[in-house]
Protein backbone atom coordinates (compact mmCIF):
# COMPACT_ATOMS: atom_id res chain seq x y z
CA UNK A 1 0.00 0.00 0.00
CA UNK A 2 1.48 3.42 -1.01
CA UNK A 3 2.04 5.74 1.69
CA UNK A 4 0.35 8.19 0.15
CA UNK A 5 -3.11 6.08 0.99
CA UNK A 6 -2.46 4.99 4.94
CA UNK A 7 -3.53 6.94 7.65
CA UNK A 8 -1.21 9.81 8.69
CA UNK A 9 -1.21 10.36 12.81
CA UNK A 10 -0.55 13.08 13.85
CA UNK A 11 2.06 13.07 17.21
CA UNK A 12 4.84 15.77 18.70
CA UNK A 13 8.22 14.53 19.12
CA UNK A 14 10.91 13.49 22.24
CA UNK A 15 14.16 12.50 22.89
CA UNK A 16 12.80 9.13 24.26
CA UNK A 17 13.48 6.16 22.18
CA UNK A 18 10.68 6.22 19.30
CA UNK A 19 9.85 9.85 19.82
CA UNK A 20 6.45 8.99 21.23
CA UNK A 21 5.45 9.82 24.56
CA UNK A 22 2.25 11.93 24.96
CA UNK A 23 -0.36 9.57 26.63
CA UNK A 24 -3.53 11.36 24.39
CA UNK A 25 -1.99 9.68 21.28
CA UNK A 26 -0.63 6.63 22.76
CA UNK A 27 -4.33 5.66 23.11
CA UNK A 28 -4.94 6.63 19.25
CA UNK A 29 -1.81 4.63 17.92
CA UNK A 30 -3.49 1.39 20.32
CA UNK A 31 -6.35 1.75 18.67
CA UNK A 32 -4.31 2.16 15.33
CA UNK A 33 -2.35 -1.03 16.33
CA UNK A 34 -4.44 -2.98 17.57
CA UNK A 35 -6.92 -2.75 14.46
CA UNK A 36 -4.62 -3.57 11.82
CA UNK A 37 -4.78 -0.36 10.38
CA UNK A 38 -1.42 0.35 8.42
CA UNK A 39 -0.66 3.82 8.80
CA UNK A 40 2.25 6.54 9.28
CA UNK A 41 2.83 9.01 11.89
CA UNK A 42 3.90 13.09 10.96
CA UNK A 43 6.09 14.34 13.29
CA UNK A 44 5.11 18.38 14.34
CA UNK A 45 6.29 20.51 17.10
CA UNK A 46 3.63 22.00 19.70
CA UNK A 47 3.56 25.69 17.85
CA UNK A 48 2.94 24.06 15.09
CA UNK A 49 -0.35 22.39 15.64
CA UNK A 50 -2.78 24.94 15.63
CA UNK A 51 -1.19 25.59 11.79
CA UNK A 52 -1.03 22.51 10.84
CA UNK A 53 -4.55 21.54 11.97
CA UNK A 54 -6.32 24.24 10.85
CA UNK A 55 -4.66 23.52 7.36
CA UNK A 56 -6.25 19.88 6.86
CA UNK A 57 -9.12 21.08 8.31
CA UNK A 58 -9.31 19.57 11.62
CA UNK A 59 -11.79 20.32 14.18
CA UNK A 60 -10.30 21.65 17.48
CA UNK A 61 -11.00 19.74 20.68
CA UNK A 62 -11.78 22.59 23.23
CA UNK A 63 -11.67 26.15 23.99
CA UNK A 64 -9.01 28.31 25.62
CA UNK A 65 -9.39 30.80 28.09
CA UNK A 66 -10.19 33.24 26.00
CA UNK A 67 -13.02 31.37 24.25
CA UNK A 68 -11.07 30.78 20.61
CA UNK A 69 -10.85 27.11 19.27
CA UNK A 70 -7.89 25.04 20.81
CA UNK A 71 -6.56 22.63 18.22
CA UNK A 72 -4.85 19.39 19.96
CA UNK A 73 -3.42 16.18 19.08
CA UNK A 74 -3.78 13.26 18.07
CA UNK A 75 -5.60 13.54 14.74
CA UNK A 76 -5.85 11.44 11.98
CA UNK A 77 -6.12 11.65 8.01
CA UNK A 78 -7.41 9.45 6.26
CA UNK A 79 -7.64 9.57 2.08
CA UNK A 80 -9.42 6.53 1.43
CA UNK A 81 -12.41 7.83 2.93
CA UNK A 82 -13.63 10.90 1.26
CA UNK A 83 -15.36 13.56 3.35
CA UNK A 84 -18.96 15.05 2.31
CA UNK A 85 -16.21 18.23 1.94
CA UNK A 86 -14.23 16.13 -1.08
CA UNK A 87 -11.29 15.78 0.60
CA UNK A 88 -9.67 13.00 3.05
CA UNK A 89 -11.49 12.28 6.19
CA UNK A 90 -10.15 14.23 9.22
CA UNK A 91 -10.82 13.05 12.84
CA UNK A 92 -9.94 14.92 16.06
CA UNK A 93 -9.87 13.44 19.88
CA UNK A 94 -9.04 9.76 20.74
CA UNK A 95 -11.95 8.42 21.69
CA UNK A 96 -13.75 9.72 17.84
CA UNK A 97 -10.63 8.58 16.90
CA UNK A 98 -11.21 4.95 17.73
CA UNK A 99 -15.37 5.60 16.86
CA UNK A 100 -14.42 6.26 13.52
CA UNK A 101 -11.74 2.79 13.43
CA UNK A 102 -14.51 0.87 14.60
CA UNK A 103 -17.42 1.77 12.39
CA UNK A 104 -14.44 2.05 9.14
CA UNK A 105 -12.21 -0.31 9.37
CA UNK A 106 -14.59 -3.59 11.54
CA UNK A 107 -12.42 -6.51 12.32
CA UNK A 108 -14.31 -9.34 13.34
CA UNK A 109 -10.88 -11.17 14.31
CA UNK A 110 -9.68 -8.95 17.15
CA UNK A 111 -12.92 -7.85 17.68
CA UNK A 112 -14.54 -3.99 18.11
CA UNK A 113 -12.73 -1.12 20.06
CA UNK A 114 -16.34 -0.40 21.32
CA UNK A 115 -18.02 -3.93 21.51
CA UNK A 116 -21.86 -3.45 21.23
CA UNK A 117 -23.07 -1.64 23.98
CA UNK A 118 -20.69 -0.76 25.50
CA UNK A 119 -19.54 3.01 24.14
CA UNK A 120 -21.81 4.99 26.66
CA UNK A 121 -20.15 3.23 29.96
CA UNK A 122 -16.80 3.29 28.02
CA UNK A 123 -17.22 7.10 27.50
CA UNK A 124 -18.12 7.11 31.57
CA UNK A 125 -14.70 4.84 32.09
CA UNK A 126 -12.61 7.32 30.38
CA UNK A 127 -13.95 10.16 31.29
CA UNK A 128 -13.54 8.87 35.60
CA UNK A 129 -9.67 8.08 34.12
CA UNK A 130 -9.81 11.47 32.71
CA UNK A 131 -10.63 13.37 36.03
CA UNK A 132 -9.03 10.96 39.16
CA UNK A 133 -5.78 9.85 37.03
CA UNK A 134 -4.57 12.10 34.52
CA UNK A 135 -5.53 15.06 36.32
CA UNK A 136 -3.95 14.21 39.05
CA UNK A 137 -0.90 13.36 37.49
CA UNK A 138 -0.70 16.96 35.97
CA UNK A 139 1.81 18.62 38.58
CA UNK A 140 3.89 15.94 38.41
CA UNK A 141 4.12 15.87 34.49
CA UNK A 142 4.28 19.39 33.21
CA UNK A 143 7.58 19.81 34.24
CA UNK A 144 9.02 16.38 33.55
CA UNK A 145 7.61 16.62 30.17
CA UNK A 146 9.33 19.58 29.23
CA UNK A 147 12.58 17.64 29.53
CA UNK A 148 12.22 15.41 26.98
CA UNK A 149 11.06 17.98 24.42
CA UNK A 150 12.25 19.27 21.50
CA UNK A 151 13.48 22.38 21.48
CA UNK A 152 10.87 23.69 19.03
CA UNK A 153 8.75 22.68 21.37
CA UNK A 154 9.78 24.32 25.04
CA UNK A 155 8.86 27.69 25.05
CA UNK A 156 5.47 26.93 23.83
CA UNK A 157 5.22 24.09 26.25
CA UNK A 158 6.17 26.53 28.87
CA UNK A 159 4.25 29.71 27.86
CA UNK A 160 1.05 27.39 27.70
CA UNK A 161 1.45 25.30 30.46
CA UNK A 162 2.50 28.02 33.49
CA UNK A 163 -0.75 29.84 33.59
CA UNK A 164 -2.29 26.04 34.01
CA UNK A 165 -0.09 25.18 37.26
CA UNK A 166 0.21 29.28 38.61
CA UNK A 167 3.78 29.42 38.76
CA UNK A 168 7.22 28.48 37.05
CA UNK A 169 6.96 24.30 36.52
CA UNK A 170 9.92 23.53 38.12
CA UNK A 171 8.83 25.00 41.41
CA UNK A 172 4.84 23.45 41.07
CA UNK A 173 5.88 19.97 42.17
CA UNK A 174 9.71 19.31 42.79
CA UNK A 175 10.66 15.69 43.02
CA UNK A 176 10.88 15.06 46.89
CA UNK A 177 8.72 17.60 47.82
CA UNK A 178 5.81 17.03 49.94
CA UNK A 179 3.50 18.29 47.14
CA UNK A 180 5.04 15.49 44.92
CA UNK A 181 4.88 12.70 47.84
CA UNK A 182 0.87 13.98 48.30
CA UNK A 183 0.42 13.70 44.66
CA UNK A 184 1.37 10.19 44.34
CA UNK A 185 -0.25 9.02 47.46
CA UNK A 186 -3.10 10.77 45.41
CA UNK A 187 -2.66 8.45 42.09
CA UNK A 188 -1.78 5.24 44.47
CA UNK A 189 -5.33 5.88 45.52
CA UNK A 190 -7.16 6.54 42.79
CA UNK A 191 -5.60 3.46 41.31
CA UNK A 192 -6.79 1.34 43.99
CA UNK A 193 -10.13 2.66 43.68
CA UNK A 194 -9.78 1.49 40.02
CA UNK A 195 -8.97 -1.67 41.07
CA UNK A 196 -11.38 -2.43 43.42
CA UNK A 197 -14.16 -1.85 40.60
CA UNK A 198 -12.54 -3.88 37.93
CA UNK A 199 -12.35 -6.54 40.99
CA UNK A 200 -16.42 -6.71 40.41
CA UNK A 201 -15.64 -8.28 36.96
CA UNK A 202 -14.12 -11.05 39.17
CA UNK A 203 -10.39 -11.73 40.64
CA UNK A 204 -9.69 -14.86 38.00
CA UNK A 205 -6.55 -13.08 36.64
CA UNK A 206 -7.96 -11.53 34.16
CA UNK A 207 -6.31 -7.83 33.79
CA UNK A 208 -8.52 -6.66 31.05
CA UNK A 209 -11.35 -4.14 31.75
CA UNK A 210 -14.12 -5.76 30.03
CA UNK A 211 -13.07 -9.65 29.33
CA UNK A 212 -11.02 -11.47 27.41
CA UNK A 213 -10.43 -9.06 24.44
CA UNK A 214 -9.00 -5.39 24.61
CA UNK A 215 -11.15 -2.31 24.36
CA UNK A 216 -10.57 1.20 24.26
CA UNK A 217 -11.08 1.22 28.27
CA UNK A 218 -7.71 -0.96 28.39
CA UNK A 219 -5.96 1.48 25.94
CA UNK A 220 -6.85 4.54 28.06
CA UNK A 221 -5.32 2.97 31.02
CA UNK A 222 -1.96 1.40 29.16
CA UNK A 223 -1.33 5.15 27.52
CA UNK A 224 -1.57 6.42 30.96
CA UNK A 225 0.74 3.76 32.04
CA UNK A 226 3.23 4.18 28.96
CA UNK A 227 3.64 7.61 29.21
CA UNK A 228 4.15 7.31 33.46
CA UNK A 229 6.97 4.04 32.24
CA UNK A 230 8.91 6.83 30.47
CA UNK A 231 8.59 9.91 32.20
CA UNK A 232 9.32 8.43 35.58
CA UNK A 233 11.24 5.04 35.76
CA UNK A 234 12.06 5.47 38.86
CA UNK A 235 8.48 6.12 40.08
CA UNK A 236 7.55 3.22 37.60
CA UNK A 237 9.00 0.70 40.41
CA UNK A 238 6.29 1.95 42.36
CA UNK A 239 3.23 1.52 40.33
CA UNK A 240 3.98 -1.72 38.81
CA UNK A 241 3.57 -3.45 42.56
CA UNK A 242 0.48 -1.18 42.74
CA UNK A 243 -2.49 -3.70 43.00
CA UNK A 244 -0.65 -7.22 43.10
CA UNK A 245 0.80 -5.78 40.05
CA UNK A 246 -2.22 -5.30 37.88
CA UNK A 247 -0.88 -2.16 36.21
CA UNK A 248 2.21 -3.94 34.71
CA UNK A 249 0.63 -6.79 33.93
CA UNK A 250 -2.16 -4.52 32.03
CA UNK A 251 0.78 -2.72 30.40
CA UNK A 252 2.51 -5.92 29.41
CA UNK A 253 -0.38 -7.39 27.52
CA UNK A 254 -0.84 -4.43 25.67
CA UNK A 255 2.97 -4.20 24.41
CA UNK A 256 2.06 -6.09 21.37
CA UNK A 257 -0.15 -3.17 20.06
CA UNK A 258 2.93 -0.32 21.11
CA UNK A 259 4.79 -0.42 17.72
CA UNK A 260 5.24 2.90 16.52
CA UNK A 261 5.09 3.59 12.75
Not at 121 to 129: P, T, V
Not at 132 to 138: D, E
Not at 206 to 213: A, E
Amino acid sequence: MSSDSIITLYDVPSDFNGKAWSPNVWRARYALNYKGVPYKTVWIEYPEIEPTMRSIGAAPTKKKPDGSPWYTIPVIVDPSRIAPSGGPTVVSDSFHIAEYLDETYPTPSTGALFPLGTKALQQLFYDHFWKNVLLQSVPMALPEVIKHLNEGSRPYWRLTREPIVGGKLEDVCPKGSEKWDGVRDELEKAFGVLAALLDKNGKDGNTLVTGTHPTFSDFVIAAFLEAYFLLFPEEWQRIRTWNDGRWERLRDECAKWRSVH
